[in-house]
């Protein structure tokens, strides 16, 4: 009768290379240059900060490291300016927020030219403006209001007057 060996599966880790399963017969170690536990690589130098600036010492001289820690200061500064704009923007946004009455609102549109603030039951920009008269009879006046169907419905099918009709008035509802 023939002997089977045992095969067993066991972690490889290399410092170079991925980590791997190995077969392994029982008793049987891993290739040379692999542990069965991770292996730490060459220590990471550390982070560059506020302290370390001013040395000029280069353990390597390299020259990439400075070019590493321009950028990073570059970065934080950025990152500073933007943090400071952001802080800045949430707080006009609280101030609009509560702004309750008239008198703040007048004074946000007085003191940010880009803001408008419409009036209660002002339109709204994207819709199209439905002159109060639309409703009037006379000559060219289903013309007028099946121009204005259009634009509201610009994939509607609209071809008379009663149509254009429905079409102001299902808009009108909408809008309250």
Known sequence: MSEEKKVLRKWGYHPTEEARIFELAEGEDLPEGWAPRPIPTEEVSEPVSDESEGSDESEDGDE???DLAAENESLKAQVEDLTAQLEAANQRIAELEGAGNEETK?????????????????PKPDLVEIPEDWAQTGAGTHFRRIK??????????????????AIIEAELAKRG
């Open 106 to 122: 007048e004074e946000a549109e007085t003191t940010d030219p880009d803001l408008k603030i419409p009036h209660p039951g002002a």
């Open 64 to 66: 990439g490291s400075d």
């Open 148 to 165: 204005i169907a259009k634009l509201i419905d610009p994939e509607a099918e609209v071809s008379s007057d009663d149509a254009a009709i």
